[in-house]
């Protein structure tokens, strides 16, 4: 059973994020975590809150967002009536960050499904800001889905990396399921900045032995072009990768300090943990 952690805000960014949650994990037997965050102002409460709990004073200002939790996960149980799907609802107190960090552990959440920007509309940037700063401090596999992106059948799985990258099997796990279930193709994308860095099909290829995989190398491309440049060439359904540093995710996200980052997620990212 895969524990998967839905945070909402209600907006339609994260109920669109959600359906595709669903959609994704059709066939899988999972339990979804639907948790709505209440910003605590200078009130701290460390706990989560579900129906199961004796009435409260603390219970009774987060009563509202629950039922309303519960009435939208009851709807989108009847759209997936005959899925091998459990769902529980879950409210909390506090900021956006320690309350997912708080249910990842409480909860031994395996990923994270959530919208690529939050209900403030931030265009600025390639993540909403809740989802960045879920990126920046807690290495948990995240599916990330792009604003108003649709589901489509996995068929074709974009893996890009860097030359710093070194490949390791075991952080591989969460592709390699992912590969095995939709037998999708895939397209293994290497981002260098000269000619001189590393080339590593090889090691690809030892750790990810498939029949369907090309490799592709880019040079002399920022990142953020480079993958969506390849993105429209080749239309994979699904961007995989590591965040291998703070300093190279700086440079993804934002671009040069004299570039204005101008480059979004075409497709849903699946964020699978950090590198060294």
């Given at each position: 059973?895969?524990?998967?952690?839905?945070p909402?805000?209600?907006?339609?960014n994260?109920?669109?994020?959600?359906?595709?949650?669903?959609?994704y994990?059709?066939?899988?037997?999972?339990?979804?975590?639907?948790l709505?965050?209440?910003?605590?102002?200078e009130?701290?409460?460390?706990d989560?809150?579900?129906?199961?709990?004796?009435?409260?004073?603390?219970?009774?200002?987060l009563d509202?967002?629950?039922?309303?939790?519960?009435?939208?996960?009851?709807?989108?149980?009847?759209?997936?009536?005959?899925?091998?799907?459990?769902?529980?609802?879950?409210?909390?107190?506090g900021?956006?960050?320690?309350?997912?960090?708080?249910?990842?552990?409480?909860?031994?959440?395996?990923?994270?499904a959530?919208?690529?920007n939050?209900?403030?509309?931030?265009?600025?940037v390639?993540?909403?800001?809740?989802?960045?700063?879920?990126?920046?401090e807690?290495?948990?596999?995240?599916?990330?889905?792009?604003?108003?992106?649709?589901?489509?059948?996995?068929?074709s799985?974009?893996?890009s990396?860097?030359?710093?990258?070194?490949?390791?099997?075991?952080?591989?796990?969460?592709?390699?399921?992912i590969?095995?279930?939709?037998?999708?193709?895939?397209?293994?994308?290497?981002?260098?900045?000269?000619?001189?860095?590393?080339?590593?099909?090889?090691?690809?290829?030892?750790?990810l032995?498939?029949?369907?995989?090309?490799?592709?190398?880019?040079n002399?491309?920022?990142?953020?072009?480079?993958?969506?440049?390849?993105?429209?060439?080749?239309?994979p359904?699904?961007?995989?990768l590591?965040?291998?540093?703070?300093?190279?995710?700086?440079?993804?996200?934002?671009?040069?300090?004299?570039?204005?980052?101008?480059?979004?997620?075409?497709?849903p990212?699946?964020?699978?943990?950090?590198t060294?």
């Amino acid at each position: 059973m895969m524990n998967v952690l839905l945070p909402t805000d209600f907006s339609e960014n994260s109920k669109n994020a959600i359906t595709y949650a669903m959609e994704y994990f059709s066939g899988m037997s999972c339990t979804f975590f639907f948790l709505n965050i209440q910003r605590s102002g200078e009130m701290t409460m460390d706990d989560f809150y579900s129906a199961s709990n004796s009435d409260s004073v603390e219970k009774a200002l987060l009563d509202d967002n629950l039922k309303d939790l519960q009435a939208f996960s009851g709807r989108i149980k009847k759209q997936f009536p005959s899925h091998n799907f459990a769902f529980k609802e879950k409210v909390a107190f506090g900021t956006f960050a320690s309350v997912v960090s708080r249910a990842v552990n409480r909860f031994n959440i395996d990923i994270i499904a959530m919208g690529s920007n939050g209900a403030t509309g931030a265009k600025e940037v390639l993540f909403g800001s809740n989802t960045l700063q879920i990126i920046r401090e807690l290495p948990c596999t995240m599916l990330i889905i792009p604003e108003q992106h649709s589901y489509q059948p996995v068929s074709s799985v974009l893996f890009s990396m860097h030359s710093e990258e070194r490949l390791q099997h075991e952080k591989l796990t969460t592709l390699v399921a992912i590969l095995d279930r939709t037998q999708a193709h895939l397209h293994v994308v290497e981002v260098v900045s000269n000619e001189a860095e590393a080339f590593h099909e090889a090691a690809v290829k030892d750790v990810l032995p498939r029949e369907q995989l090309s490799f592709h190398f880019l040079n002399k491309l920022p990142y953020p072009m480079a993958i969506d440049a390849f993105t429209q060439l080749f239309t994979p359904n699904m961007h995989c990768l590591f965040i291998p540093k703070e300093s190279f995710m700086d440079r993804w996200l934002y671009g040069s300090e004299a570039q204005q980052l101008q480059y979004g997620s075409r497709i849903p990212l699946l964020i699978l943990g950090y590198t060294k």
